[in-house]
């Protein structure tokens, strides 16, 4: 049913070639080249303006049933390129069985797959319920204002069936994992570093004792749980200092806390708010300011019984002769997507993330991904959508 394998490649590579880096106003061009691939009979187009830049589009072809909407999201934003590339970032090349590039793997390859599905069903039969494709902004940004956006004006609901094609290696993720993001700075007592003894108040000794100690007792947070592990912290962001023979009067940190039921993002804040403070007690003449950066998003865990789950896992099975979809001791998702967001704001369980693409090519240096992963997303997505009337009754 769906689009030749050579089109989903053609489309892969079309769109890895347009720069849409976050941050930039390259979404704007991606949004400009759907559009356009995707003006087609029986396909509907809506337009979302987002607060502080962009648009979000939602592409749907009409179901004739009752089912559920099915909701594919794929945003249209990619991290930044970086550097050390052996090829250019922004060619799509093809090199083997691979397509190469930026988005590539995160999530270009789900977008291409998707199109490919639309394409195919208003040229075919038309499905049990609406199949919606929402490209979304700034899912890589902070804030995700183009998720907040699609809910908050009502575009998508606690009802809908909804899929993030985020790179999974196939394998389906129904725990997501939460996160809190925290800038922290200690101040301390700027001074000679002769006179430290006398004078002086280390601002990076602070800071040091305070991501020690939360090194030490982010596991207080939340048992380790059977999906996604224990809690976990990094310090992705440590500057202080002005010179090698002055105490530093100031040290700012960024926190990554990740958070697993039933712990919330607000515990993580709580919890480095009681260690700074444990900190600066010791040293008089100290303090801290601790403020959040981006938004709070709360761990989820889709259903079992969600007919999104339901569903793929027969659609696997359809296409891959009974064999069952992987969904060992390794399906939660560390990262945190469009479908996540959906969840924690509307209280859904019924969205999941699965798509082509390795997680360890995404976010890297020579992100690819391979096409045998394309072809094997577009047969499943097929028989997703040949089945999902099936799927509500079982």
Not at 45 to 61: A, D, I, P, Y
Not at 162 to 188: C, D, H, K
Request: hydrophobic share 45%.
């Amino acid at each position: 049913m769906s689009s030749s394998i050579e089109t989903v490649v053609r489309d892969l590579q079309e769109l890895v070639r347009i720069d849409s880096q976050n941050p930039g106003p390259g979404e704007g061009a991606v949004a400009a080249w759907l559009t356009r691939r995707l003006d087609l009979p029986g396909l509907s187009v809506e337009r979302q303006t987002v607060t502080g830049g962009g648009e979000n589009l939602l592409f749907t072809v009409p179901g004739t049933g009752a089912a559920p909407r099915l909701v594919l999201l794929a945003h249209m934003d990619t991290v930044p390129v970086g550097e050390h590339w052996t090829v250019a970032p922004l060619a799509g090349e093809r090199r083997g069985e691979a397509i190469y590039g930026r988005g590539a793997c995160d999530m270009k390859a789900g977008m291409a797959v998707a199109i490919g599905l639309l394409e195919a069903l208003v040229a075919g039969l038309a499905p049990a319920g609406d199949v919606v494709l929402c490209a979304t902004v700034d899912e890589e940004g902070a804030w995700m204002r183009g998720v907040h956006e699609l809910v908050q004006g009502g575009l998508v609901g606690g009802e809908d069936q909804v899929l993030a094609l985020e790179p999974t290696g196939l394998r389906l993720r129904i725990a997501q994992v939460g996160l809190r993001w925290l800038s922290l700075t200690m101040n301390g007592q700027m001074a000679h570093a002769g006179r430290a003894h006398r004078d002086g108040i280390d601002a990076n000794h602070l800071a040091a004792l305070v991501v020690c100690a939360l090194k030490e007792r982010v596991t207080e947070l939340a048992p380790a749980h059977p999906l996604l592990g224990p809690p976990r912290t990094t310090c992705g962001v440590i500057a202080g200092g002005v010179a090698t023979n002055v105490v530093p009067g100031a040290c700012r940190l960024e926190l990554d806390v990740r958070v697993v039921p039933p712990a919330s993002p607000e515990d993580a804040t709580e919890l480095v708010r009681e260690i700074a403070e444990e900190v600066v007690a010791r040293f008089p003449g100290s303090s801290f300011e601790l403020t959040p950066l981006g938004v709070g998003r709360p761990p989820v865990v889709a259903a079992q019984d969600a007919p999104i789950v339901r569903g793929l896992h027969a659609a696997w099975s359809a296409a891959h002769d009974g064999a069952a979809l992987e969904q060992g001791g390794e399906d939660g998702h560390e990262a945190y997507t469009d479908a996540s967001m959906i969840a924690a704001l509307t209280g859904s369980t019924s969205c999941t993330v699965w798509g082509p693409g390795l997680p360890k090519h995404a976010h890297v240096a020579d992100e690819h991904v391979e096409i045998a992963q394309l072809d094997t997303a577009a047969r499943v997505l097929d028989r997703l959508v040949a089945g999902w009337r099936d799927a509500q009754a079982r």
